[in-house]
Nanobody, 126 residues
């Protein structure tokens, strides 16, 4: 069974940091576009970052550039999202997702992702 499982969420104070993890089972990350998304109550889901598993090419949403860092460890089938200088506006459910693509140019947040995790909650207090 194909599964993505996020962890690392929690409640932190503004200005703090979190590192989210996403581990895959049932498939390997090779030649996959991997992404992090977030959705706050009453808001649309936002793609915040993607990384192509083969080349490590990354794409970030403008709203998170400079504070979010996406990385992956293919050997451990794990995707990471480092979030620094958190603000209350970062509070949301964070999801990881994956889709098989043939090239890094097809790896970006607006791509149609086919595999999704259950999410991990991030809450930032002011």
């Amino acid at each position: 069974e194909v599964q993505l499982s996020e962890s690392g969420g929690g409640t932190v104070q503004a200005g703090g940091s979190l590192r989210l993890s996403c581990t895959a089972s049932g498939f390997t990350y090779s030649r996959y576009c991997l992404g992090w998304f977030r959705q706050a109550p009453g808001k649309e889901r936002e793609g915040v970052a993607t990384i192509y598993s083969t080349t490590s090419g990354t794409v970030y949403a403008d709203s998170v550039k400079g504070r979010f860092t996406v990385s992956r460890d293919n050997a451990k089938n794990t995707l990471f999202l480092q979030i620094d200088n958190l603000t209350p506006e970062d509070s949301a459910m964070y999801y990881c997702a994956a889709v098989f693509v043939s090239s890094s140019i097809l790896c970006y947040p607006r791509q149609t992702f086919t595999k999704w995790g259950q999410g991990t909650q991030v809450t930032v207090s002011s």
